[in-house]
Nanobody, 128 residues
Framework: QVQLAESGGGLVQTGDSLRLSCAAS????????MSWFRQAPWKERDFVAA????????HYADSVKGRFTISRDNAKNMAYLQMNSLKPVDPAVYYC?????????????????????WGKGTVVTVSS
């Protein structure tokens, strides 16, 4: 069983930056691929970014490519999402998710059906 806890959400202005953190309670955190998804009101939960279990491979949604960066620290059981140049389209509840990895390709973990564990989310609000 893996427990995930997101933090770092808040209210920012358009163009600002925010870093989300995800703390994992996994015994073998380095065996899990990590992803971030987001869900805006009345919309489906959409993929944002993924990182392979080794950290060597990342994958991003087109809407955040070049603005967001996913990273992980396996020694600390942490995953991060650095969000720069935030836009009015970015507000949502952001969720981190973990999947026991069977390959080192991050794009595999862009489908929420592949994810095994989910956090409760952290809210990001962007004011214009």
């Amino acid at each position: 069983q893996v427990q995930l806890a997101e933090s770092g959400g808040g209210l920012v202005q358009t163009g600002d930056s925010l870093r989300l953190s995800c703390a994992a309670s996994a015994r073998s955190f380095s065996s899990y691929a990590m992803s971030w998804f987001r869900q805006a009101p009345w919309k489906e939960r959409d993929f944002v970014a993924a990182i392979s279990f080794s950290g060597s491979n990342t994958h991003y949604a087109d809407s955040v490519k070049g603005r967001f960066t996913i990273s992980r620290d396996n020694a600390k059981n942490m995953a991060y999402l650095q969000m720069n140049s935030l836009k009015p389209v970015d507000p949502a509840v952001y969720y981190c998710a973990a999947a026991l990895a069977y390959n080192d390709y991050a794009h595999t973990y862009s489908d929420r059906r592949t994810m095994d564990y989910w956090g409760k989310g952290t809210v990001v609000t962007v004011s214009s």
